[in-house]
Nanobody
Framework: QVQLVESGGGLVQAGGSLRLSCAAS????????MGWFRQAPGKERAFVIA????????YCADSVKGRFTISRDNAKNTVYLQMNSLKPEDTAVYYC???????????????????WGQGTQVTVSS
């Protein structure tokens, strides 16, 4: 089993920045692809950004391209989501997810992830 704990959410003004962290425990972290998803009120959970198990590859949704970056520190069992130039439409609950990735591919679909965090709220005011 893998336990994921997100932190770093909060309230920020439009144009501001936040960094989310996701600490993993319970399994070899460097065997896991990691990703972030978000769910806004009344909407389905959506893919945001992901990183492969080695950290050599990332992929993000068009809506966050150029503003969000993902990184990981395998020594600390932690993945980070750096969010810059935040917009009100970025307001959502952000979820960290982990999935097995034998090929080292970047995982982008929810069904590829077997473990999820509890979520952290990000609110961007206009």
């Amino acid at each position: 089993q893998v336990q994921l704990v997100e932190s770093g959410g909060g309230l920020v003004q439009a144009g501001g920045s936040l960094r989310l962290s996701c600490a993993a425990s319970g399994r070899t972290f460097d065997s896991l692809g990691m990703g972030w998803f978000r769910q806004a009120p009344g909407k389905e959970r959506a893919f945001v950004i992901a990183i492969n198990k080695s950290g050599s590859g990332t992929y993000c949704a068009d809506s966050v391209k150029g503003r969000f970056t993902i990184s990981r520190d395998n020594a600390k069992n932690t993945v980070y989501l750096q969010m810059n130039s935040l917009k009100p439409e970025d307001t959502a609950v952000y979820y960290c997810a982990a999935g097995s990735s034998w090929s080292g591919a970047v995982l982008t679909f929810p069904y590829e992830y077997s473990h999820w965090g509890q979520g952290t709220q990000v609110t961007v005011s206009s």
